[in-house]
């Protein structure tokens, strides 16, 4: 999976930089953290404080890039294609209370531990198959927000409670939203992101 991430982490972070400033041909502004988020894990280890800019796989630039990762802790993966090593939202939603976590399940309680290591009020997953389009998935609150500011989100959309386990709580009730990739770009303005970050500062 290591290379098929690295250049997968890049081209997002790329598509995040063209989405944010309006230019495809801007320098970015976004780009992936140290050791894409693993160094978040070994100065939590130290006993360290970690900050945003170690936490997730994305991290900002400039100052001006900022608001998004101050709202969102981004996950990014690739791959999970074959039998065996597959990773679904149906893996959230059908799995027998005794049955082994799924990989779909490790990635949310992953991004939830990061974006509490960060300090961040959302986490997202965006999560690229083999020969199939990037799909990102969400807390529905995130969603909502958006929403409240007028936004309108491009179908197909998929919405679902499911359980999982969360910071020790086993079969906790987590409400997800996914779509592909692209589609959250189009129906996302930047300025919102903004307004969304700053007022999350401001009541924490």
Same mark, same amino acid.
């Given at each position: ?25 801007? +320098? ?10 693993? &160094?978040?894990? /070994? %100065?939590?280890?130290?006993? @360290? @404080? ?8 994305? *991290? ?8 998004? *990762? ?7 993966? &690739?791959? $999970? ?5 597959? /990773? ?12 082994? &976590? ?5 990635? #949310?309680?992953?991004?939830?531990? /990061?974006?509490? /290591? ?11 198959? +083999? @020969? ?7 807390? @529905?609150?995130?969603?909502? +927000? ?7 989100? #491009? ?8 359980? *999982?386990? !969360? ?8 409400? !997800? ?13 930047? %300025?919102? #992101? ?5 007022? $999350?500062?401001?009541? &924490?």
């Amino acid at each position: 999976m290591a290379n098929k991430g690295s250049p997968f982490e890049r081209l997002v972070c790329r598509q995040l930089t063209a989405w944010w400033t309006g230019d495809p041909e801007a +320098d970015v502004v976004f780009w992936r953290t140290s050791q894409s988020g693993g &160094r978040a894990t /070994a %100065r939590k280890r130290k006993g @360290k @404080k970690t900050g945003q800019a170690h936490c997730g796989d994305i *991290t900002a630039l400039t100052d001006d890039a900022r608001p998004l *990762t101050d709202l969102i802790t981004w996950e990014l993966k &690739r791959g $999970y294609s074959r039998t065996g090593a597959r /990773a679904t939202i149906t893996d959230l939603m059908d799995r027998p209370a005794h049955a082994a &976590r799924s990989q779909f399940e490790q990635w #949310v309680e992953q991004a939830w531990l /990061a974006k509490k /290591a960060a300090g961040t009020p959302f986490w997202a997953v965006v999560h690229q198959r +083999d @020969k199939r389009d990037s799909l990102i998935w969400l807390p @529905k609150r995130l969603v909502e +927000d958006f929403i409240d500011l007028k936004n309108e989100f #491009v179908p197909p959309i998929c919405e679902c409670t499911a359980v *999982t386990d !969360i910071e020790g709580k086993p079969r906790a009730s987590i409400r !997800i939203v996914g779509m592909r990739f692209d589609d959250f770009l189009a129906s996302i303005q930047p %300025r919102h #992101v903004r307004t969304l970050a700053r007022w $999350y500062q401001e009541n &924490r």
